[in-house]
């Protein structure tokens, strides 16, 4: 691989770890468009099927895009920050978040991720003093949720997306995966009959993972996103319990979201 110094001596040097390869393989996806897989092998000294579980791994945590005979960098389009969508329909976000924080039963456990409609959810939950415990990979929900005594937070580790003031990636969805809890509350970029999706690099991941781990599961979302389509699927119609938003769905969704038995909860 181009930028290894010339004077490392390959046979020698001792070989990375699982978690260490995958950091060096997204480091190098930094640094170019595309990574093979032989190179990949012959730089870790390990062999090409080790290198495609890596990478496979990589991809489902929304990391990188497998490609034929290796790896690429994500390219995404322009989708607006943590920050501007967190001052857009403040209003109709702040119903949303109170009618979700209402399902909330004290002292349950929960999984929040990050997204400005979830952290509305976590500022109602914090001014109602509910007791709780929460897992999330958002720190401006995880400070939001600090602001009350009742609450007790738990911060996934991971990778951090400053755009999004949150984490990512294998070590939050690995840690995701060792709780199990009663409710997930979670958004996405879109909700069409094939499911809910998601537009953010990594958030996909994530999402399924909380929705895995959930006992009851929560779409918070605001109603123009209905009949949207994000880049990465994170589930289907029937993983959710419900969802809740600021307007009824369009009547084909509608329709869907019955016949998947899932609860539509309009925040007026």
């Known amino acids: 691989m181009g930028n290894i110094p010339t004077d490392v001596d390959l046979e020698t040097r001792p070989k990375l770890r699982k978690q260490e390869r ?64 967190a001052t857009d329909r403040v209003n109709e976000r702040e119903r949303i978040g109170r009618l979700a924080a209402n399902l909330v039963q004290p002292g349950e456990t929960l999984m929040v991720d990050s997204g400005a409609t979830t952290l509305q959810l976590a500022r109602f939950l914090a001014f109602d003093g509910t007791p709780c415990t929460v897992f999330t990979n958002s720190f401006p929900v995880a400070m939001a949720l600090g602001q ?12 951090y997306l400053s755009s999004e003031s949150a984490v990512v990636g294998t070590d939050a969805v690995e840690f995701l995966q060792r709780h199990s809890v009663d409710r997930c509350l979670i958004g996405a970029s879109g909700l069409s009959e094939g499911g809910p999706s998601e537009t953010i690099r990594g958030f996909a991941a994530v999402k399924r993972t909380m929705l895995r781990q959930c006992r009851m599961s929560h779409l918070l979302i605001d109603g123009r996103k209905f009949g949207r389509e994000g880049l990465a699927q994170i589930g289907n119609l029937s ?30």
Not at 152 to 157: A, L
Not at 239 to 268: F, G
């Open 22 to 85: 995958r950091k060096h393989i997204l480091l190098e996806l930094r640094l170019r468009p595309h990574v093979r897989i032989s190179e990949l092998a012959d730089h870790f000294r390990v062999s090409a099927e080790t290198v495609r579980r890596d990478i496979g791994k990589l991809s489902d945590d929304g990391l990188l895009d497998r490609a034929h005979g290796g790896a690429s960098a994500i390219i995404s389009g322009r989708y607006p920050s943590f920050n501007e969508r």
């Open 148 to 159: 009350s005594d009742a609450a007790n937070v738990v911060v996934c580790p991971g990778d």
């Open 239 to 268: 993983d959710l319990t419900s969802v809740v938003s600021d307007q009824d769905p369009t009547a084909e969704l509608a329709k869907s979201l019955r016949h998947s038995n899932v609860e539509v909860l309009v925040a007026r």
